[in-house]
């Protein structure tokens, strides 16, 4: 990845139900970049595993689907082995499995080669997850760590998931927070570099304006 590709690229990273994905596509549209959604590309690495029935704690069998796995994603579409996954990727069972499948570290050793190409060959782009500023583009021009209450994480998931069973989704949250910070390949931290932005009382607009002033993006 070269200097002058880094220079374009926008490196977004949090916790579930920050606002990340929501900010990223917001910041992509005014900025005219593209935006990818890299947990899609782990959720649908577990959506193929578990269509294909493999054991998802089976890490030879996983990277073995990762590597064959036709993957794109463009315009918040997430189209794997030639079908439109969006929905699919949310589903409940993913959710259960992905974190399972995030801390494999052959199958993020993949992963976050095909971000970097991803991003090459667009020459840049607004990028979210979980380590995009920490290992895969630790020399962003922009990174950014988005944060937000636990009670307002979960209601957005709550709103995102549609169930009204707020206990399960705190739990959840909980438990994906302990997953994602706790694994031994590329936890979740703030990178060095890093601007952190709680979102708990900020929208949208409010972030993004924030986000372009803090880093004078022109």
Known sequence: MSESNNENIIAIDGPAGSGKSTIAKALAERLNLEYLDTGAMYRAVALISIQQEVE???EK????????MDFNFEDGICVVNGFDATKEIRGSEVTR?????AAMPTVRHEMVERQRLWVEKRNGGVVEGRDIGSVVFPKAKVKVYLTASEEVR?????????TLDASKVADSIRKRDAADKGRSTSPLV???GAIEIDTSLMGIEETIEEILEIFKWN
């Open 97 to 101: 499995a992905v974190s399972v499948v």
């Open 190 to 192: 703030r990178s060095e």
């Open 61 to 68: 069998q996983v990277l073995g689907i990762a590597k064959e």
């Open 154 to 162: 979960a209601e957005r998931r709550i709103e995102q998931e549609e």
């Open 56 to 58: 998802i704690a089976d």
